[in-house]
């Protein structure tokens, strides 16, 4: 069996998220600095998550159509940043729009296929995907504390250049990662094709409770910076506080191999949504006390990461070999979809209903979800 490359998958990761850590606490902070109202910061950071319901699935099928997933992944990492650095032409709504839904429409062809790459070189090793998706979470980390104390000193104005040279740090990791043949993948080979794999009971069950989770994201990943900082807190401290969240995601990455060999996948995936309801009602009843807002961030733990970790497992598991670009494609599309309309309503809502009403909607679609997989999904080990 060929050696992991442990440090050069990690290292993706480790930009790539580095990246999200930039921009999911900090966009709508930038935005409302540029002095756009809170529906036009809802609907710019919705563009984002829409293309997720066509860019994944359409570099997904290419994907598995091609073989050629690192070439993609080189692609669509140099046109994120060309795409991008167009930010800097003008800053009017119309063109930040069109900037924001170019680079991701490349953006998105990234992580599913690296995903697939990643999972071709574990063959038979799974349970190690959390340690290499853990240097994600470093990487969000330190952009999130880093930018958060620079922004206490300097100008918003300034943000933009850091995006650009994270998203160089991207591309520039692609080149230096080996290609894996997914025909390796020691997954159960599975009859038919994709669409009937998909509409398998269990895995419909999967889909629509991933794009609900994402849905009850959307006040969190759009005005949480903004709601504490209207509350006193101060950028330094949000960002630690965004940083709490996720050495609590990494900690539990770290566990997840022996979380998965005790439980199913599907009552980690019903454990994470329940705690998303409690984390949403929390944020959006009691932040303005510390204790409270710092357990809230903790269940991190349970609304990303044993989430996603599980959602990984349970796509390998749902499709063949040759179906896994789209099957890890649709997840992110069907995320996106979720994430948007959070990040919609979240926009239009926040003046009119109030953070507190807001956050209670997001809690009763992480409820939902928890339905849907309690009575859809079957008990699956990983």
Not at 46 to 75: E, H, K, Q, S, V
Not at 113 to 134: D, K, N, P, V
Not at 163 to 191: E, K, N, Q, Y
Not at 297 to 312: E, I, K, N, P, R
Request: aromatic share 16%; glycine share 10%; net charge positive.
């Amino acid at each position: 069996m060929a050696a992991i490359p442990y440090w050069r998958l990690s290292g993706f990761y480790l930009f790539y998220f580095a990246f999200l850590g930039s921009t999911a606490p900090f966009f709508g902070l930038y935005f409302h600095h540029l002095g756009f109202d809170a529906a036009r910061i809802g609907e710019l950071v919705a563009i984002p998550l829409l293309m997720r319901c066509i860019a994944p699935n359409l570099w997904g099928w290419l994907g598995d159509y091609t073989g050629r997933r690192l070439a993609i992944i080189r692609f669509g990492a140099v046109c994120t940043l060309l795409s991008f650095a167009l930010i800097f032409y003008s800053k009017s709504y119309a063109w930040l729009a069109l900037v924001m839904a170019l680079y991701a429409f490349f953006w998105h062809a990234v992580l599913p296929q690296f995903e697939t790459i990643t999972l071709g070189h574990l063959q038979g090793q799974t349970a190690r995907y959390s340690q290499i998706r853990l240097w994600g979470s470093i990487g969000f980390i330190a952009a999130v504390m880093t930018l958060g104390w620079l922004l206490e000193w300097v100008s918003l104005d300034l943000y933009p250049y850091g995006l650009v040279l994270i998203m160089a740090g991207i591309a520039v990791a692609t080149f230096w990662i080996p290609d894996a043949p997914v025909s390796a993948h020691t997954g159960v080979r599975l009859a038919g094709g994709f669409m009937q794999q998909l509409l398998r009971r269990p895995v419909l069950a999967f889909y629509a409770s991933v794009g609900l989770m994402q849905l009850s994201h959307g006040p969190y990943a759009t005005f949480l910076t903004l709601h504490l900082e209207q509350l006193g807190y101060s950028r330094a401290a949000i960002g630690s506080l965004w940083a709490v969240g996720v050495v609590a995601e990494v900690l539990m990455f770290m566990a997840m191999s022996r979380v998965l060999a005790r439980f199913s996948l599907k009552r980690v995936l019903l454990a994470s949504f329940l705690l998303a309801a409690l984390r949403w009602s929390l944020l959006g009843a009691f932040a303005e006390h510390l204790a409270v807002l710092v357990f809230a961030q903790v269940l991190h733990a349970a609304t990303f990461g044993s989430f996603h970790a599980a959602a990984v497992h349970f796509v390998q598991r749902s499709f063949d070999a040759r179906q896994q670009g789209q099957g890890q494609a649709l997840y992110a599309a069907l995320a996106g979809i979720g994430g948007a309309l959070g990040a919609l309503y979240s926009g239009y809502g926040w003046n009119a209903l109030g953070p507190g009403a807001t956050f209670a909607i997001a809690s009763l679609a992480a409820l939902t979800a928890a339905f849907i997989i309690a009575i859809g999904a079957q008990e699956q080990q990983a």
